[in-house]
């Protein structure tokens, strides 16, 4: 949507910034006040016909800038390569002169008015009295009935491939010429290519004989400004210069040196002042002796930057852009050379991307579609869905469903702790979203509630970023989540552990001052006398998670009353025909991986339903066996891999326990040089968050010290690749750090 609309020197009005705000937005005004005014400068920054009589009397030239935001995919941006910058935000501005020249840009980039007007009429529809519609223009129809068909994305996945293939006619289309015209290309392009070649172009040339030839055009003034300051600093036969000098006063004070400290500083100070100046001199004199000038080589200088810009007026601007065009005419020759199996190689290559496209196409006319930003509000025992999305209500009837609605975490409504309502309550994923996508700190003493594995990560986050975790309590006699997340994320930093351990009450008013703490019997329930008041200002709740069942339910599906997950067969099917779920809706995992597994043959076995088949068993059942309960003493538990084996080293160095040779060796580095891999984020300039690791590890006991100098550094701005450097050993330990993620 348009929300800033800025104007100078339009007709009456010098300069005017208008805001947008969503809905309906109303200009009033008597006749003459300016409305139309408005209306036109609308029209000139969406690339419509102006006039120099737009031009405010007295004034040289006008400027309209625009600022949209939230604008969708349009295919103006992908056609032109321009689009909104991270925030979703597009500037486009249009300069009227006086001279009938425009000066146009979008997104800081410069256009025509034609590509300006093209952006414009998928930006905004201006309806007036004498305007045409859009809705009369017939090139508009197919994109209208797309979008009503919600097909957008599919469509532009056909447009990819169909690009691709164009591509590839187009390159058939140049290599298929004629014998004549190819043997005159194939002349022009070796002429070109001898003559850049012969030049013997390299980069960086042209700026050092610029600079060559400033210095022999002084040669001169350089030959007596060098000679003056040598005789100035060494001396003459007849003057002596500032190292005499300097050696004089050194010899004098050098008499009087051992009579007091001061006088010997001075004298040592003095010494190292004659020192300085005698390098100088020295220095100066080997300059002077290679000030060897001729007119011979400024001839030489000037004729080589004559052929360079004579160069220039045919292949580029710079020796860069000259060796670029270069490449460019080899690879074409080689091509025309090599006509023959480039066309046989682009003919198999147009079959496989014509059958790719056509197959695209297909899924386009079939009406396949990915609704996002979709959410279901009802579904049937019969599999009829209704939801909610941005084109409006959805109303279908599902062949089969796959429930995959994950879970939530548990609030501290849901576990019912007595207190006050403070800030500072968050359940671990929160803080997480907070501090990871948010750069949000969200405090700086902490107790985590609950050893699950996001409030275990979330410890060591904490601690990484300069708070104090000082506790972190479970109510069970063992943690819940992984044993390597225990190690990793508590015993590395001395955080301690608490089992059998609850918050029984939480203290403050506007912000959280203190947790009470309990011990718990074996049913779970404090008992009374062990409260104990921590001082915190942050409570992490890491309590568990809930299957989201709602859905679920309404469509009669049975549910677990362990897990309050979706009741399945072994083949992932509810009690409800047609309707399977997967993942956590039947019940929490601690690892994706498992969540795939499901995610894989519950899809598999809804396309079964649909189409008759007998459905394929899940395969065997994955359970949460990870968590082992606490490390065990002079034990290593290996996490390398979710399998967390616990290894013991012997005497001679051997290993016991692991699964595999590479829990030997981490077993063996672990009891001589213990690493581990950094995660953290970096901040951008424009205030969004890169997540980045470290290359390898680094020693565990430099932790902190190295995320100390993190926190003083920045990350690039723009896209940076998943894996690509972003500080190239910061610690120097050798370890660069790199982006852990793309954005």
Request: proline content about 5%; overall charge negative.
């Amino acid at each position: 949507m348009l929300s800033l609309l800025h104007i100078e020197n339009i007709a009456l009005i010098d300069r005017a910034d208008i805001s947008f705000g969503p809905g309906f937005n109303v200009l009033t005004g008597e006749t003459g006040a300016g409305k139309s005014i408005i209306i036109d400068a609308i029209g000139a920054v969406l690339g419509e016909r102006t006039s120099r009589d737009l031009i405010r009397t007295g004034e040289k030239s006008a400027l309209v800038t625009a600022l949209f935001q939230n604008l969708p995919n349009l295919p103006w941006f992908q056609e032109n390569g321009v689009g909104p910058d991270e925030n979703g935000e597009l500037v486009i501005s249009r300069k009227i002169q006086g001279d009938g020249k425009n000066l146009c840009r979008v997104g800081g980039v410069p256009c025509t008015v034609l590509q300006l007007k093209a952006l414009g009429a998928q930006l905004i529809d201006i309806h007036g009295q004498h305007d045409g519609q859009q809705l009369l223009d017939e090139t508009c129809h197919l994109g209208y009935l797309d979008s009503f068909g919600g097909l957008e994305e599919v469509r532009e996945a056909y447009r990819e491939e169909y690009d691709r293939l164009d591509h590839i006619r187009r390159q058939i289309a140049s290599l298929q010429m004629d014998e004549a015209e190819k043997a005159r290309r194939i002349d022009t392009l070796q002429f070109q290519i001898a003559e850049l070649e012969r030049a013997n172009l390299q980069p960086g040339e042209e700026e050092e004989l610029e600079e060559r030839k400033g210095i022999l055009r002084s040669a001169d003034q350089l030959m007596d400004a060098v000679g003056s300051a040598y005789y100035a600093v060494f001396g003459t036969d007849s003057q002596s210069g500032a190292a005499s000098l300097l050696a004089e006063a050194e010899s004098a004070l050098s008499r009087v040196a051992a009579l007091s400290g001061e006088l010997s500083q001075l004298s040592s100070a003095v010494s190292e002042l004659r020192y300085t100046t005698e390098d100088v001199a020295e220095r100066l004199r080997d300059v002077r002796e290679r000030l060897d000038f001729s007119p011979q080589e400024l001839d030489a200088v000037e004729s080589r930057l004559d052929h360079l810009h004579r160069l220039k007026k045919k292949y580029g601007g710079s020796v860069s852009e000259m060796l670029e065009y270069l490449a460019r005419c080899q690879n074409e020759l080689d091509q025309i050379e090599m006509a023959d199996d480039s066309l046989a190689k682009l003919k198999q290559q147009r079959k496989e991307q014509l059958a790719k496209t056509r197959a695209q196409g297909e899924a386009l006319a079939a009406g396949a579609q990915l609704r996002t930003g979709a959410m279901v509000t009802r579904l049937t025992p019969d599999r009829r869905l209704t939801a909610v999305t941005r084109q409006g209500l959805l109303h279908c009837q599902a062949g089969a469903v796959v429930l995959a609605t994950g879970c939530r975490e548990r609030t501290r409504g849901a576990i019912a702790i007595p207190g006050t309502r403070p800030a500072g309550v968050y359940t671990a994923g929160t803080a997480q979203n907070l501090m990871n996508t948010k750069n949000l700190m969200v405090g700086r003493r902490v107790v985590v509630l609950g050893s699950g594995d996001i409030g275990l990560i979330m410890a060591r986050r904490l601690t990484l970023e300069g708070a104090q975790v000082l506790c972190v309590a479970e109510q069970r006699p063992a943690p819940g989540g992984l044993e390597r997340n225990v190690v990793q994320c508590l015993y590395d930093f001395g955080i301690p552990l608490h089992l059998q351990t609850t918050v029984t009450r939480i203290f403050g008013a506007r912000r959280l001052e203190g947790v009470e703490l309990s011990q718990v019997d074996q049913d779970g329930r404090p008992i009374p006398g062990t409260g104990q008041r921590v001082d915190c200002d942050t409570l992490l709740l890491s309590v568990g998670l809930i299957p989201e069942n709602e859905i679920a339910a309404q469509a009669g599906v049975s549910l677990d009353p362990g897990s309050n997950g979706a009741v399945t067969d072994r083949f992932l099917q509810t009690s409800v025909p047609g309707i399977f779920a997967c993942g956590n809706s039947r019940k929490v995992m601690d690892l994706a991986d498992f969540v795939s597994v499901q995610g894989h043959a519950a899809g598999e076995n809804a396309a079964r339903f649909v189409q008759g088949q007998a459905l394929a068993p899940m395969p065997p059942e994955t359970t949460n066996a990870m968590a082992k309960g606490l490390p065990q003493p002079g034990v290593t538990t290996c996490v390398l891999c979710p399998k967390g084996c616990r290894v013991t080293l012997l005497p001679h160095g051997e290993a016991q326990g692991n699964g595999c040779p590479k829990g030997a060796d981490y077993a063996r580095q672990e009891a001589t040089a213990p690493k581990r891999v950094l995660t953290t984020t970096l901040k951008r300039p424009d205030g969004t968050l890169l997540p980045v690791k470290t290359s390898a590890g680094v020693p565990k006991d430099n932790l902190l010290s190295c995320m100390a100098v993190l926190r003083r550094c920045a990350a690039p701005a723009g896209p940076v690749p998943w894996g690509q450097v972003v500080l190239p050993d910061p610690f120097g330990l050798g370890v660069d750090v790199i982006a852990a993620g793309e954005g």
